[in-house]
């Protein structure tokens, strides 16, 4: 038999619950403290244990005990209730100032990246010939001395060559080629035997000049090379071209030249200018004070260059460009130096 519970052991237990109740500061401990006072699944409380005990008390002794036991654990669950609703506050406020968000905080702002003014300009040179049914077409910066130059009617030795400042490679015969135009016989003998006529193709990209870099040329810049082939093809339609051209380009105030020039590969040859006016400064340092700015080389297709790109001169006529683009972009957004272009300074740059 085992020995009879006391009222005092009933006051101990208490006093010590109550008193470690007030160390608890967690959920963790908070579970602790439960299964030792009150039991869990397998294992008994110590309040259960003295009460188990009651049968060794003498009968009149018993209710006493048992009406103390229970106070004692209405005591304790009270507590416990309090010191739960204590500890559950608690741990939510850590955990919401833990994980604070400030929504009045400003946002990180995002570098927006930008189109260079050159690619800006070549989109819509490219948007306005393809309305108007244009293809484009790619050709390649290293080019053979044949293709820049032989092709387009000027043979080794000839003094019109001397128009173009080329960088040569060490390889013999491979050159930067120094226009677009050698795209022209790479087209034409794509599709002079098959392919849909009439030939409507633009060939934008980078030609590379052993220059003087001024104000307004480069030794690296993009040009726009045209070409139209048809059995009806005229000047007048070269000119119907431009004129819709710069009026898409620049608006109606877009007011465009034609002037007389020589290209081996184009007879008759024209230079158009887009008139930029002599009122600024930057106007007059851009047009050498004449108000006009030069854009393009055009004419129509010499027929020895129509032979070579595999088309009957007797049969068929067209016309060709090449414009700058860079050159229209200081137009279209004032820029006064065509250095900035390839400076890469982002102040010049971040301003499109
Ligand atoms: C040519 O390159 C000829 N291939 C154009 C052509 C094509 C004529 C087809 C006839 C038929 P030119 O060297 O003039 O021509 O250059 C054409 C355009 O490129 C110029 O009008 C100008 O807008 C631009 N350009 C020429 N040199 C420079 C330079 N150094 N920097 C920037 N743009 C330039």
Redesign the pocket.
Known sequence: MSEAPTLEQLDALEREALAALQQVENSEALHAWRARYFGAKRTEGALEQLMKRIGSLPPEQRPAFGRRANAVKQTLIAAYEQREAHVKTAEMQAALQANALDVTLPGRPIAVGRLHPSTLTLRRIIQIFTRMGFEVYRSPEVETDEMNFTLLNMPPDHPARD??DTFYTTTPGVILR????PGQIRVMRERSKNGPQPLRVILPGMVY?Y?QVTA????Q?N?V?GLVIGRRITMADLKGVFVEFARQMFGSAGQIRFRASY?P??EP?V?VDVYLGTETERARMLTKGTGWL??????MVHPTVLRNGGYDPEEWSGF?????P??QAMRLYGIND?RYFWQNDLRFLEQF
Do not use: D
């Open positions: 128009m173009w120094t226009h677009t135009s000049r220059e307004r040329s480069e030794s810049f040009q090379e290209f590969f184009t040859s230079e030069e854009i393009a080389g055009a004419g060709a460009f090449g414009m700058g860079e050159r065509i």
